[in-house]
């Protein structure tokens, strides 16, 4: 997978040269460009905003710079003729980026994350590209505001680059976590020793008996889910649940 991110602040980006990112880039898993986007100016101050038509506080980013530096990013090529390419502009006002879009992301040839800062940038870039052909996703990573869409872009790539096929040393600790396929929360984990300022871990987990050790995280991940995220046990489709969930 090609990931490309276009940022004033390309120094934001270095963690993505660390664990489990960085090594699939060594591995060349990940082919993975940082760019600056004051590269694309042409004045003497590499200028990259100015003020907001209509008035209000802030500045906007300038379509201009974005669109030299995109068309270059996406190498000229027509949209229609690079299928599985998507262009990432991370924003407050966009959907709630979830492991959904990671997994669909997952799947993709080409991200180009565009990292907005200030009041953001001019709403003509997403109208341009989109209106090209391309796939353009406004996506946000909660609903809070954050000083620009670097950090964003980096929960997002490490979200998807675990996804990749051949990234994560074992795919099997993929199944049960969080927000996978089960639709809960995950359960509780305990690991040595098996006494720590005078807490012991659950009985159950030194049985040995698999099938009791299922039941016991199945309920602690329901019991969990519906304690911290009642909105998740809400929109649980009933075909996941099996009859002993049921009782609980
Ligand atoms: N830029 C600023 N805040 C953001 C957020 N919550 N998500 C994505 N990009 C952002």
């Known amino acids: 997978m090609r990931i490309d991110v276009v940022t004033i602040f ?3 980006l270095a963690a993505l040269d660390l664990s489990l990112v960085g ?11 940082v760019h600056d986007l004051r590269d694309w100016t042409t004045d003497r101050h590499r200028t990259v905003d100015d003020t907001p038509f209509g008035g209000g506080a802030g500045m906007v980013m300038r379509p201009d710079v974005w669109g030299t530096a995109l068309d270059d990013v996406l190498g000229g090529e027509p949209a229609a003729a690079s299928p599985g390419r998507i262009l990432i502009l991370p924003t407050p006002s966009g959907e ?4 959904r879009h990671a997994e669909e992301l997952a799947g993709a040839g080409q991200l180009v994350f565009a990292c907005g800062r200030y009041e953001g940038i001019d709403a003509r ?11 353009v996703r406004e996506l946000s990573i909660g609903d809070y505001v954050l000083n620009g869409g670097e950090v964003a872009a980096l929960v997002m790539i490490e979200a998807v680059a675990r996804l990749v096929p051949g990234m994560v040393g074992n795919p099997e600790s993929l199944v049960e976590e969080s927000h996978g396929a089960a639709g809960l929360l995950e359960y509780p984990v305990y690991t040595k020793p098996p006494e720590w300022h005078g807490r ?12 009791r050790i299922e039941r016991w995280r199945r309920d602690e991940a329901l019991r969990r889910t519906a304690a911290r995220r009642p909105d998740m046990i809400a929109g649980l489709d009933g075909t996941v649940l099996d009859k002993h969930d049921r009782a609980l």
Do not use: C, M, N, W
């Not at 090594?23 to 460009?33: F, I, T």
């Open 10 to 12: 390309p120094d934001y």
């Open 23 to 33: 090594k699939a880039r060594q591995r060349g898993l990940l082919d993975l460009r």
């Open 96 to 99: 709630v980026f979830t492991q």
């Open 125 to 135: 870039v997403a109208g341009h590209y989109r209106d090209a052909g391309l796939d």
């Open 200 to 211: 012991g871990i659950p009985e159950v987990l030194l049985s040995g008996h698999h099938a």
